[in-house]
């Protein structure tokens, strides 16, 4: 079994920028499409942005201009690169990836928080 590990979430003021991260705990695995999903209180998991095996990515409307998702493929690793960040950011942030077998792997959250 495979487990994704996040890192890189924290406390920001608005308009500032964070980096996520997210790897695979183990390596001979490949992944299919990769993506960023986020959960603020009281609200439905969306997703925030998806790129395919190929690097094309997708984003939410809201996100779009301000966020950027990139992987490297040879570690396993999805990132997500967020600027000038707004406080309706604020969520915890899920990774998620589907494997060769068509399995959705997530990893466990990590916190954004930004202030106003």
């Known amino acids: 079994q495979v487990q994704l590990v996040e890192s890189g979430g924290g406390l920001v003021q608005a308009g500032g920028s964070l980096r996520l991260s997210c790897a695979a705990s183990?390596?001979?695995?490949?992944?299919?499409?990769m993506g960023w999903y986020r959960q603020a209180p009281g609200k439905q998991r969306e997703l925030v942005a998806a790129?395919?095996?190929?690097?094309?990515?997708t984003y939410a409307d809201s996100v779009k201009g301000r966020f950027t998702i990139s992987r490297d493929n040879t570690r396993n690793t999805v990132y997500l690169q967020m600027n000038s960040l707004k406080p309706e950011d604020t969520a915890v942030y899920y990774c998620k990836a589907r494997g060769s077998d068509y399995t959705d792997y997530w990893g466990q959250g990590t916190q954004v928080s930004v202030s106003s």
């Open positions: 183990r390596s001979g695995f490949s992944f299919n499409g």
């Open positions: 790129i395919s095996s190929g690097g094309r990515p």
